[in-house]
C-alpha cells in the first residue's frame, strides 16, 4: 500500500512563496514517478510538474521559472516549491505517485496514488 500525505498549504500575498510537501510510503519510492496537480474551485484538475526517478522535471507552461519540484529518495519526500505566487495559483494541491512509467507525463489517469490535497490560497 502507497500512502502520500501533502503538507504545506496556507495562505500567502500574491508574491509570495510556499514549499509544499509530500511524504510517501513504499519501499521503492525512488522508482517512482511524482507528480504535483492542483483544481480549483469549478475547474478541473491540472498538471503542474513532475519529476522522474532521474530527476527529470516536467511543468505545466503556466509555473515555468515560478516553480520547482524536486525529490529526496532518501526521505521518500516531494516538494513543490512555489515562488511569486499569483491569486489564480489558488487551489487545492494534489500529489500523486506514478509507479510504471519511467518520465512524468500530465494526463492525471496515468497516476496510481493520490494524496488527500493541501489547500493554497493567493491573496490579492
Known amino acids: 500500500q502507497v500512502r502520500l500525505v501533502e503538507s504545506g498549504g496556507g495562505l500567502v500575498q500574491a508574491g509570495g512563496s510556499l514549499r509544499l510537501s509530500c511524504a510517501v510510503s513504499?519501499?521503492?519510492?525512488?522508482?517512482?514517478?511524482m507528480g504535483w496537480f492542483r483544481q480549483a474551485p469549478g475547474k478541473e484538475r491540472e498538471f503542474v510538474a513532475g519529476?522522474?526517478?532521474?530527476?527529470?522535471?516536467y511543468y505545466a507552461d503556466f509555473v515555468k521559472d515560478r516553480f520547482t519540484i524536486s525529490r529526496d529518495n532518501v526521505k521518500n519526500t516531494v516538494y513543490l516549491q512555489m515562488n511569486r505566487l499569483k491569486p489564480e495559483d489558488t487551489a487545492v494541491y494534489y500529489c500523486?505517485?506514478?509507479?510504471?512509467?519511467?518520465?512524468?507525463?500530465?494526463?492525471?489517469?496515468?497516476?496510481?496514488?493520490w494524496g488527500q490535497g493541501t489547500q493554497v490560497t493567493i491573496s490579492s
Open positions: 500523486a505517485a506514478d509507479m510504471g512509467r519511467r518520465t512524468p507525463r500530465a494526463n492525471q489517469y496515468e497516476y496510481d496514488y
Open positions: 513504499g519501499r521503492t519510492f525512488s522508482s517512482y514517478v
Open positions: 519529476i522522474s526517478w532521474s530527476d527529470s522535471t
